[in-house]
């Protein structure tokens, strides 16, 4: 991971901000912030208050943004703690001053604009009444208007309008804050396609997420990028079954032959996709093997054939190995994308950390 943070950070003048929200993207979030913070992250970007506190809880005290902040949330805590807030609207900014003269401290906030994505951010026809109010609340002493940005929708299609037009978009709304007089110090908008493929989003600062954990969502490009994790279990139990037997809920499989089965002891509770039930597989004593039947809550069964196996053998779901399926197998079984498969990994897997001397 430190590796891959190294790389992204090469890419760019503009300082780097890891994003490790949802868990470190199932990693971890606090080991997953160190390993960027050494590999050359200078700041962290999660979407809740609750995961900026875990960093906070654990000692790391680079600058820090929390961008997924309804009124009524309790930003003091934030405030006190120098978590940066993303604001889109001016309801969150008059909270945000009221909470940081109350407290006497002046809160750092990054105002965010949609430029094309229809999700957070402000829309264009509100961008004069932001840049207005952040300006004549910064001139009063309560806030710091340190950070714009937006995101980008299409990052990764090299060759269609949507990254020129949010370009031209996110200039728009960098003037509307200069009309006001802004000037914040802070403009980001590249993702993780942005940092590999678009140079122009680059800015002050990036904001890689998927690319940091090994997955490059830019096909036309190569990149040194190295997947981090490997998940894999130890058979729990193996049977020798007939011909036509049924397997697992719903009998949506037979034995086409007289087989040996095994069971691993990870299922759709732990993040294994159940839809990818009678199309997926798992490396399990050096070769493929197919996951029959339904995935279960806490398991699967893996056909075998005439192949040993026996309890305690690993079964690798996916991983480094280029013999075994990948993340990217994933989501094609799946179908849905690396972020998603890598996030749904659940509470229940033991994560161990490998070279993490220094996390």
């Known amino acids: 991971m430190a590796a891959n943070m190294e790389w992204l950070d090469s890419q760019t003048s503009a300082d780097t901000m890891a994003v490790v929200k949802a868990d470190g993207y199932g990693h971890g979030i606090v080991p997953t912030a160190r390993a960027c913070l050494a590999g050359g992250a200078t700041w962290l970007g999660v979407a809740t208050l609750e995961e900026a506190h875990r960093l906070r809880d654990a000692g790391i005290t680079a600058p820090l943004l929390a961008w997924l902040i309804s009124p009524g949330l309790n930003v003091a805590g934030a405030i006190e703690r120098d978590i940066d807030l993303s604001v889109s609207g001016v309801e969150l900014l008059e909270?945000?001053?009221?909470?940081?003269?109350?407290?006497?401290?002046?809160?750092?906030?990054?105002?965010?604009?949609?430029?094309?994505?229809?999700?957070?951010?402000?829309?264009?026809?509100?961008?004069?009444?932001?840049?207005?109010?952040?300006?004549?609340?910064?001139?009063?002493?309560?806030?710091?208007?340190?950070?714009?940005?937006?995101?980008?929708?299409?990052?990764?299609?090299?060759?269609g309008q949507t990254n020129a037009d949010q370009i031209a978009g996110f200039d728009l709304f960098l003037q509307a804050l200069a009309e006001a007089g802004l000037q914040p110090s802070l403009r980001h908008l590249a993702n993780s396609a942005g940092v590999i493929a678009v140079p122009r989003t680059h800015y002050d600062l990036v904001r890689p997420g998927i690319a940091i954990y090994g997955y490059n969502p830019v096909v036309e490009v190569d990149t040194p990028l190295k997947p981090v994790m490997e998940l894999r279990a130890r058979v729990t139990l193996t049977k020798r079954v007939e011909t036509g037997r049924g397997i697992g809920y719903g009998h949506t499989y037979a034995t086409e032959r007289e087989t040996t089965i095994a069971l691993a002891p990870l299922g759709y509770a732990d993040g294994i996709p159940r839809v990818a039930s009678n199309k997926c597989e798992l490396l399990l004593n050096g070769r493929r093997r197919p996951i029959r039947g339904r995935v279960s809550m806490d398991q699967v069964i893996v056909e075998m054939g005439d192949d040993p196996v026996r309890?305690?053998?690993?079964?690798?779901?996916?991983?480094?190995?280029?013999?075994?399926?990948?993340?990217?197998?994933?989501?094609?079984?799946?179908?849905?994308?690396?972020?998603?498969?890598?996030?749904r990994i659940g509470a229940r897997a033991r994560r161990r950390y490998v070279g993490s001397a220094h996390l």
């Open 95 to 159: 909270e945000v001053r009221l909470t940081a003269e109350r407290l006497g401290r002046r809160a750092r906030v990054h105002l965010k604009a949609d430029t094309g994505i229809s999700r957070g951010g402000a829309p264009q026809s509100a961008w004069g009444l932001l840049a207005d109010t952040a300006a004549k609340y910064q001139a009063g002493g309560a806030i710091e208007v340190l950070g714009a940005w937006s995101h980008l929708a299409c990052a990764e299609d090299l060759q």
């Open 311 to 343: 309890p305690g053998d690993v079964a690798t779901f996916f991983g480094p190995d280029p013999a075994g399926p990948t993340v990217d197998d994933w989501s094609v079984w799946a179908g849905t994308i690396p972020n998603e498969i890598l996030t």
